[in-house]
């Protein structure tokens, strides 16, 4: 049963605008979200991290949202870079737990120069 | 470098070999993680350690595996007679454990480049 799920599996976008990635969860538990970034064979990088206490977080170019009424979240890049080009992953955990994150299947994002 | 690092970064072996990766966590980090991931999935929840205690373990593992975290620093992943199954990239990762209702924050964890299995 997949708890977190990334429906689109690829996004293109032009250098300079918006990237919008999705995610969805089915576990009403989460209360703790990550973003990854992940290069071909290279382990992910974290870009991003956000707690259901909050609906916002802001890192540079890269900022986070949560709906927890909707269970979604969506991680936004501005402007997008070619170098953002990447596999990027969502990730939940329920933090009282702690010992397990449970990832989507990725989005593949394509920044067009 | 003071990341997690883990090694070797690449093995390919023959079935029915035993394989044992190991990995070096973040000095300060309390639990470490080793998850599996294959082309086209994220990453998949194998085990976990707080400290050198194995508290967790996804029914993924089967008994050819075994993770070893002996004096709460490094652990060794060992697969038994290995099958073409096996083949994927193994990921390694480690957490500050500072999560939880007490600090309302989560435990973020940092992962190290993975360890590629090929079983031909």
């Known amino acids: 049963d997949q708890q977190v799920k990334q429906n689109s599996p690829s996004l293109s976008v032009q250098e300079g605008r918006i990237s919008i990635l999705n995610c969805d969860y089915t576990?009403?538990?989460?209360?703790?979200f990550l973003w990854y970034k992940k290069y071909p064979a290279e382990g992910p990088t974290f870009l991003i991290s956000?707690?259901?206490?909050?609906d916002k977080n802001e890192d540079g170019r890269f900022t986070v949202f949560l709906n927890k009424s909707a269970k979604h979240l969506s991680l936004h890049i501005v402007p997008s870079q070619p170098g953002d080009s990447a596999v990027y992953f969502c990730?939940?955990?329920?933090?009282?737990?702690?010992?397990?994150?449970?990832f989507g299947t990725g989005t593949s994002l394509t920044v067009i120069p | 470098d003071t990341g997690v690092s883990q090694d070797p970064r690449h093995k390919i072996t023959k079935r029915g070999q035993n394989v044992t990766f190991r990995c070096d966590p973040i000095s300060e980090h309390n639990r470490l993680y080793w998850y599996r991931q294959t082309l086209g999935q994220g990453p998949e929840f194998l085990t976990y350690f707080q400290n050198e205690a194995q508290l967790e373990k996804s029914r993924l593992l089967s008994d050819r595996f075994s993770a070893e975290r002996p004096k709460g620093s490094f652990s060794t992943l060992e697969i038994q007679r290995t099958e073409q199954g096996d083949s994927a990239m193994y990921l390694c990762?480690?957490?500050?454990?500072?999560?939880?209702?007490?600090?309302?924050?989560?435990?973020?964890?940092?992962f190290g480049e993975g360890s590629w299995l090929t079983v031909v």
């Open positions: 990762a480690s957490s500050a454990g500072t999560g939880g209702v007490y600090t309302r924050s989560g435990n973020t964890i940092y």
């Open positions: 956000i707690s259901s206490i909050k």
């Open positions: 576990n009403s538990m989460f209360d703790y």
């Open positions: 990730a939940a955990e329920n933090s009282n737990t702690g010992n397990q994150f449970y």
